[in-house]
């Protein structure tokens, strides 16, 4: 398994500012994504975040609202820019580690937009 | 499309009984993984028991078993001799091969009663 932490664990922030949300992994991984949990939601997948080059988007988002760094093979940044209400989630980051095609989850970062 | 259907918005167990939770999948693919995952209030989402759609085996953990019916696309969880540590949401995802992108269901809230 991997151990993920991330920073901050929890912000409010007013609307039209950014935040920048880091992902530290224990161990260089290949793969690793983020993720946005609205209230009561399930999981959407933001974007791959592939190092080396530019993130991979889902449908529905752009990297001028969301753009991801990942420098090495184990920190990223997801920045959540102009921030509106709307953004208010949980963001996750995941890696595929372990052998087993598994993702491992870090603690999640829970941001209100006021 | 890939979709995943949990059809049990909240569920409430006696502690120390079995509980099932349920999980539909819809996929035209032979070759997938699905996977359990729970995730309590503190957000932490944690990989609960993963099954490999070409063994025909159910996957066990301790106490959670999985009854995996390949034909009718269904992957029930079962928790037995429940804890109050138990009480979470759990969410049912699906994952095509060699795609690392998880499909999620809309998760199911257990509650446990002592």
């Known amino acids: 398994s991997a151990v993920i932490s991330q920073k901050p664990s929890r912000d409010i922030c007013q609307r039209g500012t950014s935040l920048t949300i880091q992902c530290q992994v224990d161990s260089q991984v290949t793969m690793m994504f983020w993720y946005r949990q609205q209230p009561g939601q399930s999981l959407t997948l933001i974007a791959t975040a592939n190092q080396g080059s530019e993130a991979t988007y889902e449908s529905g988002f752009v990297i001028d609202k969301f753009p991801i760094s990942r420098p090495n093979l184990t920190f990223s940044t997801l920045t959540v820019s102009n921030m509106s209400p709307e953004d208010s989630s949980i963001y996750l980051c995941?890696?595929?580690?372990?052998?087993?095609?598994?993702?491992?989850f870090g603690p999640g970062t829970r941001l209100t937009v006021l | 499309a890939q979709t995943v259907t949990q059809s049990q918005p909240e569920m409430s167990v006696q502690e120390a009984e079995t509980v099932t939770l349920s999980c539909t999948y819809d996929?035209?693919?032979?070759?997938?993984?699905l996977f359990w995952y729970k995730q309590p209030p503190s957000r932490q989402m944690i990989l609960v028991i993963r099954q490999e759609a070409y063994k025909q085996q159910n996957a066990t953990e301790n106490r959670f078993s999985v009854n995996f019916q390949k034909a009718a696309k269904s992957f029930s969880l079962k928790i037995s001799d429940s804890q109050l540590g138990d009480a979470a949401m759990y969410f049912c995802?699906?994952?095509?091969?060699?795609?690392?992108?998880?499909?999620w269901g809309a998760g199911t809230k257990l509650i446990i009663k002592p």
């Open positions: 996929t035209s693919e032979s070759d997938y993984y």
């Open positions: 995802a699906y994952r095509p091969t060699p795609n690392y992108q998880l499909i």
């Open positions: 995941s890696v595929a580690a372990g052998g087993k095609d598994e993702q491992f």
